[in-house]
């Protein structure tokens, strides 16, 4: 199938970039270039002080206890949303 270049206007056969001017003329990947250019930019975003401080001291600590008491209350923690949900989900189907 033929493409039209979007910058140029010169029509190319099935490629990936244009033969004229070498713009990405492919959807696919033009798609994936933009997809790996999001990602890229989503990962260089620094962490948090909090997050730095959770990922340093607490879950990846040298001390056994400690890895321990956040793996504990994280599972505590997730236990209470799943319940929190629950409670929320038939207090929702209740009146109807
Ligand atoms: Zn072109």
Redesign the pocket.
């Known amino acids: 199938m033929a493409r039209r270049?979007k910058?140029?206007k010169?029509w190319n056969d099935d490629v990936d970039y244009?033969v004229?001017?070498?713009?990405v003329?492919s959807l696919e990947l033009s798609e994936k270039l933009e997809w790996e250019a999001k990602t890229k930019a989503k990962s260089e975003i620094p962490p948090t002080p909090s997050e730095t401080f959770f990922e340093d001291h607490i879950k990846n600590s040298r001390f056994l206890l400690v890895r321990w008491v956040y793996f504990i209350l994280h599972s505590i923690w997730v236990i209470l949303i799943t319940i929190l949900s629950f409670f929320l989900y038939m207090i929702a189907m209740a009146p109807g």
Do not use: D
């Open positions: 270049c910058s140029c010169t244009c004229s001017c070498g713009a003329i």
